[in-house]
């Protein structure tokens, strides 16, 4: 009978061994789970998981043989989702780099993966070649700052094969000392020819160069607690290096800062192109280069919303498009997909966007634990 009893602990005890590693080893295990009914998109778009188990998953890069890479914060971990068949699912969840400090931005070039922590960004060479046994990182650049306050980065190479690195501002609304905060910073691939490329910018998770014009444009948080509609988040433009975007003495288009403000005044800064929703945490953003999406998709820009966390009426937690004209001006600022908040709940918030090779959107979620793949089939 005891042998009997053994036994019978030691099958359930495998099952829960078994569970567990197909839970871990499937990424869209999750999708069941997860209540995708409950997101809206415009007609013929559909939506669905394209890696589960995914945890705290934030700003993404994808390689040129089609790997995704996810950045964290608070796991420390940074994945690769490989999609070697090409059917628009993650194949599997790998951990490449783990107990690093909020390495929320990741980057790729000449086969090297790039990851920017709180104060440096790291190297991991070959490392498609190596994903289930990852390199010891290079340090290419330990010269910004340690805060932890808007510490955690976005990171992208330019047109100019150099890597933008934004530093953020160390409070809600200051005037810091040292110049590198508040800023978006640039360096060449190997960490040499550290600068400022532009000022004013309180904080940015998320750029992109415009595939037409191959200017710069990026979101940026607005300062809290000036009210629930105010100031808004800002989507903005730098064609050229050395620009003041106005934090902390102005906010959105002309909005002065109570503390700050009378020191200069709005008409010194460059203006947002483009005012968001208050507090809608405007982080990842992309042009749509894809090739599947209708025409009037094209070039235009994704926007995710991570969601407001003070406001008395939530807001954000969704996809937003801005519409830019012949002209690329923006025309447009609307949903295109939303559903993760229900009430004042959220059960998701959307942190970057990234364009597939196959033409969809993937959507990371850091409270969801997962990536979504956002296709267009037509079908209504």
Not at 53 to 76: C, E, H, I, K, Q
Not at 139 to 163: M, N, Q, R, T, Y
Not at 169 to 186: K, S, V
Not at 187 to 200: K, Q, V
Request: charged letters at 20%; hydrophobic letters at 40%.
């Amino acid at each position: 009978m005891r042998h009997r009893s053994l036994v019978i602990l030691l099958t359930i005890a495998i099952s829960i061994v078994l569970a567990v590693f197909v839970l871990t080893s499937t990424p869209t295990a999750t999708a069941t789970a997860l209540p995708l009914d409950t997101i809206t998109l415009p007609p013929g778009f559909s939506i669905s998981v394209y890696a589960g188990n995914v945890t705290g998953a934030r700003s993404m890069t994808l390689s040129p043989d089609g790997t995704l890479f996810v950045g964290s914060r608070s796991p420390g971990a940074v994945y690769a989702i490989p999609d070697r068949d090409g059917n628009g699912v993650g194949d599997e969840v790998l951990v490449v780099a783990d107990g690093l400090n909020s390495p929320n931005g990741v980057a790729f070039l000449n086969g090297s993966l790039y990851v920017a922590e709180i104060g440096r960004v790291i190297r991991y060479d070959d490392i498609e070649a190596r994903l289930d046994d990852p390199p010891e990182p290079v340090v290419v650049s330990d010269d910004f700052p340690d805060e932890p306050i808007h510490g955690w980065k976005f990171i992208a190479f330019g047109p100019d094969g150099k890597l933008y690195v934004p530093v953020g501002a160390p409070c809600n609304a200051c005037n810091p000392e040292d110049e590198r905060f508040a800023t978006i910073m640039r360096m060449n691939p190997d960490g040499s020819d550290l600068e400022i490329f532009a000022r004013g910018i309180r904080n940015t998770v998320g750029f992109a160069w415009d595939p037409e014009t191959g200017v710069l444009w990026f979101t940026d948080n607005g300062r809290d607690w000036l009210g629930e509609d105010s100031p808004p988040d800002e989507l903005n433009r730098a064609p050229t290096a050395g620009l003041d975007f106005g934090f902390p003495y102005c906010h959105g288009t002309a909005i002065a800062d109570p503390e700050f403000g009378g020191e200069r005044s709005c008409s010194e800064f460059t203006p947002p192109v483009q005012e968001l929703g208050p507090h809608v945490a405007a982080l990842g953003m992309r042009f749509y280069t894809g090739e599947t999406f209708p025409e009037e998709y094209q070039n235009q820009i994704f926007i995710a919303e991570h969601g407001s966390w003070n406001r008395v009426v939530p807001i954000g937690y969704r996809v937003t498009l801005v519409r830019l004209d012949e002209n690329r001006k923006p025309v447009g600022y609307e949903v295109f997909a939303e559903g993760w908040l229900q009430g004042r709940e959220a059960w998701g918030r959307p942190v970057d966007v990234q364009v597939m090779p196959d033409g969809a959107l993937s959507v990371s979620d850091d409270t969801a634990n997962a990536v979504y793949r956002i296709a267009y089939t037509g079908e209504e």
